[in-house]
């Protein structure tokens, strides 16, 4: 005669029937979606199309770069400091749009650079958008060129409403007006 199993004691045999298939098929969907990711970004980052040029950051066209990339003298600090990035002047509250499609990494908020968003693009690199006065995308979510990101603002140490945005290729800044092809001279 067959006895019914109820309560923990039937938990416990159907967790070690299926607990361990469970495991490891979500073990092998988390593998197989980051060897996609390691296979296509590569790729994509050696095909590059007409497709993958930069948009410009800003939804507007009253800007101007108010600092360039590369040594000068801190604004707040009066110090000779390194600027990673270029400052877009804008008026506050001009979008802020994506520059290529992309992942959002994180949204954050530091003393520094205020409210930013960092993103992975779909070339591999990594681009920063600070000092914002509004975000409105979220980490984890894809992005395509063009969506507007947030809003330019003065958050953090700023002297007035711009975007600082960053470029980093391979884990190193390179100077954004490049990619964006401006002019190295700031206004």
Do not use: N
Not at 44 to 59: I, M
Not at 123 to 143: K, W
């Amino acid at each position: 005669m067959q006895t019914k199993r109820s309560g923990r004691a039937g938990w416990r045999i159907k967790h070690a029937r299926y607990g361990k298939k469970s495991a490891l098929f979500r073990a092998a969907v988390l593998l197989g979606a980051l060897l996609c990711v390691r296979l296509v970004l590569p790729a994509r980052a050696q095909s590059k199309t007409e497709d993958d040029a930069f948009c410009f950051p800003l939804e507007t066209t009253q800007w101007r770069i108010s600092d360039g990339y590369g040594w000068r003298e801190d604004p707040f600090t009066g110090k000779r400091a390194f600027h990673k990035g270029i400052d877009l002047a804008c008026a506050e509250g001009t979008g802020i749009l994506a520059v290529q499609g992309g992942t959002v990494l994180r949204t954050k908020r530091s003393a520094s650079y205020g409210s930013c968003i960092e993103l992975l693009l779909a070339d591999g690199t990594a681009a920063v958008y600070a000092h914002l006065q509004y975000i409105y995308v979220r980490p984890g979510e894809a992005v395509e060129a063009g969506q507007t990101l947030g809003t330019a603002g003065q958050s953090g140490r700023a002297t007035g409403a711009h975007l600082h945005f960053e470029l980093y290729r391979q884990g190193k800044a390179c100077d954004p007006a490049d990619a964006l092809g401006l002019s190295h001279e700031a206004s």
